[in-house]
């Protein structure tokens, strides 16, 4: 679950940022401005804006996090609405959010699978079952899968959705065509193929090669393109055990992709859901050089793990699977353990269901068992991180209409949205290039371009994504921390530049400093970048940003460098006891228990802006003004400069005149550094030294109001606001 946002652009700042962060005592004096002269640019409650997530974990740990003792701990940080995340969604599983249920196949207990929607006994937990019909080696979970295109097993098969055809999709199959790509690791020769074809099977198909730049994987955008081997197209096919020579000669190649264009629409014999004969189906691939009679040097490594097999990467996979395949390492948390639990506070809920994995079927049957439980909902999001996961918008397009099509079948006056974004690319992805009727733009470009041909864009009641910006956890944090609130700026001017209406209620369904274990997470990095984000994102109008590490959690070593953390508000063992407050918990109770008051009203945001000390793109300081609904003002000031003070003095304009005055007190000071809080590193046993409230102290004087900044520190000051009618708003 994570947003990579512009990785080539930031590498050079954030080098050069670093190495400027020389140690200092000085104390640089700012002046800040709230600008109340165009009004507020958003207004929010506290309740509903500022809320958390919570997810799928191992099995047993949602009895163990669902105690008395650790909810009343997780309900003390103040955070409101919740989000429901839908780890199975990730892990390539089909999600059995009801135990019971119906199997399309009921005699052999296999199929596809629809939860029972009638309420009996409460559901406690839930399961994810993983998918037979793989094609993926890798997963965003816990990764322990595997493609069944590279098994060594010529009895099992990868297929593609059967719902990305036409019989469900109401479209000429070439607008979406399927593909499988092979990782062989490296520039390999290649001039012959084998595919052992399963039903159905692709009458007209082309093995293409990528010419251009290498990348880490087919989700990123490099330059280059994919070209047709000389001879790799395929007009008539007949499935079977097929030997294709490609080439005269040998072609270096790291990628190569296999486009399937047409189906048969043949069925497996004594097959009879019409499913069966959908999509297409491939038992196992070969790759290499031919010699001059035809035998095949195959360089694809075949095995039953992730680590033996080369790497294969699908467009979707069918959702059929058996009773036998229960995974049994993860669960999810039950429906009514969740609402059961006092988590909720009585709001609604954004709710999950399954679009690359699952059903309509499936996810329309929850939604009328969360109806006649009761059960208050904001909205569903339809599927996680498509975009992550090498699916293309058209399909993830398809699924979701059809998916929201079933929701709206049983209440019309659902809210649903999506994709919950793991990635805000504005570049064509590798693994979809080429791939669509239309030339190759952005993926949110082409989803909403796919909504909008088919008069469908009021399907999007809101658009979700995830704010992870930092994958390489080895750098230093602070030049990190100091690039985020310009990051996420860029990141939804580029979902606007995309086409995104600006009437679109944006959702961050998942924030944290990174989607990596990392100290910066619980050091107070991790306090500073969620509340720097929070105050960037309610400022540039966001609806509702939800904090990722509600449940207590261990901390895990990170990869490369030998650093350890977790995004999470506590500390716990490995059966999720409560061992300490994170600095992320400490900030976010300053946030909702100071920065914000009465968490049922409505609270305004004004732009506060620094003089021009300060760069926008690097900057030590982020400052966010909010007028409460008592009457007061709440300014949060985050110092993110590891070494140095900072002096801040506040000051108002407008909104009736143009006139700048300063801020007086007497005013309230909550103030949360290292003075409350410090981490002691010491690999998987590490904790915090210490772990306190931020200290609160009060400035009585009616002198204009000046505030030192503790270097990496988090500040909320509260007072009455300017004392001039001019500046009353």
């Known amino acids: 679950m994570r947003l990579f946002l512009f990785r080539t652009a930031s590498a050079l700042a954030i080098a050069a940022l670093s190495a400027s962060l020389a140690p200092s005592h000085a104390a ?69 959010w009801n135990p019971r249920g119906r199997w399309s196949d009921r005699p052999h207990a296999r199929g596809y699978w629809t939860s029972d929607d009638r309420p009996s006994a409460p559901i406690p937990t839930s399961y994810g079952y993983r998918l037979p019909r793989r094609g993926n080696s890798v997963d965003q979970a816990e990764n322990d899968g595997y493609s069944r295109l590279a098994d060594g097993d010529s009895a099992s098969f990868w297929k593609s959705n059967p719902y990305l055809d036409r019989r469900y999709t109401g479209e000429d199959n070439r607008r979406h065509p399927q593909w499988l790509i092979a990782d062989l690791g490296s520039r390999t020769p290649v001039n012959g193929i084998r595919i052992i074809w399963g039903n159905p099977y692709a009458v007209r198909y082309a093995v293409q090669y990528w010419d251009g730049e290498d990348p880490q994987d087919p989700d990123e955008y490099p330059d280059g393109r994919w070209q047709p081997f000389p001879e790799g197209a395929v007009a008539q096919g007949h499935g079977g055990n097929v030997t294709l020579r490609l080439s005269q000669s040998p072609i270096a190649v790291r990628f190569l992709r296999v486009l399937l264009e047409d189906a048969s629409h043949t069925a497996p014999p004594s097959a009879k859901d019409p499913r069966d004969a959908l999509g297409y189906a491939v038992r196992e691939i070969y790759l290499g050089t031919l010699d001059a009679a ?256 509600y449940e207590p959690s261990p901390i895990y070593r990170g990869p490369d460098c030998n650093t350890w953390g977790n995004n999470t508000l506590f500390l716990a063992d490995e059966r999720r006891r409560i061992l300490a407050r994170t600095a992320t918990y400490h900030a976010a109770t300053l ?3 100071q920065w914000v008051g009465d968490p049922t009203q409505a609270h305004e945001v004004y732009p506060a802006t620094l003089d021009n000390a300060i760069s926008d793109d690097s900057s030590p300081l982020g400052v966010y003004a909010v007028r409460r609904p008592d009457r007061r003002w709440a300014i949060l000031a985050v110092n993110k400069d590891p070494q140095r003070d900072w002096t801040i003095a506040l000051h108002f304009v407008g909104p009736a005149s143009d006139t700048v005055v300063p801020l007086l007190g007497p005013a309230d000071l909550y103030q949360f550094s290292a003075e409350q809080y410090r981490w002691q590193a010491n690999g998987a046993r590490g904790r915090p030294a210490r772990s306190r409230p931020p200290e609160h102290t009060r400035l009585s004087d009616r002198a204009a109001v000046s505030v030192r900044l503790p270097p990496w520190s988090l500040t909320v000051v509260q007072s009455a606001g300017p004392r001039s009618r001019a500046t009353a708003p």
């Open 294 to 549: 035809g035998r095949l040097r195959d360089a694809v490594r075949h095995g039953k793990t992730r680590k033996t097999q080369t790497r294969f990467f699908v467009s979707s996979t069918d959702p059929w699977h058996r009773a036998s395949d229960l995974d049994n390492g993860v669960e999810q948390p039950g429906i009514d353990r969740l609402f059961a639990s006092g988590l909720t506070r009585g709001l609604p809920v954004l709710m999950a269901v399954g679009a690359l994995y699952d059903t309509p079927d499936n996810a329309a049957a929850l939604l009328r068992y969360l109806r006649r439980r009761g059960y208050p909902l904001r909205g569903i999001e339809i599927g996680e991180e498509p975009d992550g996961q090498y699916v293309a918008p058209e399909d993830y397009g398809a699924l979701y209409l059809q998916t929201a099509d079933a929701l709206r079948a049983i209440d019309s006056t659902i809210t649903l949205g999506g994709p919950s974004f793991q990635s805000l690319w504005d570049q064509p992805m590798m693994a979809w290039s080429g791939t669509a009727i239309a030339p190759d733009r952005p993926w949110l470009a082409r989803f909403l371009a796919y909504l909008d041909e088919r008069n469908r864009k009021a399907a999007l009641g809101f658009l979700s994504f995830e704010w992870y910006p930092f994958d390489d956890v080895c750098e230093p944090p602070a030049a990190q921390l100091q690039q985020a609130a310009a990051l996420l700026a860029s990141g939804l001017a580029e979902l606007y530049r995309q086409g995104l209406a600006r009437d679109i209620p944006l959702y961050i369904t998942e924030y944290g400093y990174s989607a990596f274990s990392a100290q910066a997470e619980v050091d107070l990095t991790g306090a500073l970048f969620n509340a720097d984000a929070v105050g960037t994102f309610l400022t540039l109008g966001g609806a509702t940003a939800y904090l990722y590490g």
């Open 28 to 96: 640089p004096a700012v002046d800040v401005t709230v600008d109340l002269r165009a009004g507020p640019t958003n207004t929010f409650i506290p309740a509903v804006a500022l809320g958390a997530g919570v997810d799928g974990h191992s099995r047993s740990d949602s009895a163990a996090i669902y105690q008395p003792e650790t909810l009343r701990a997780m309900r003390s940080a103040g955070l409101g609405a919740l989000s429901y995340r839908l780890r199975t969604e990730l892990a390539i599983e089909a999600w059995h």
């Open 591 to 593: 946030l909702n228990r």
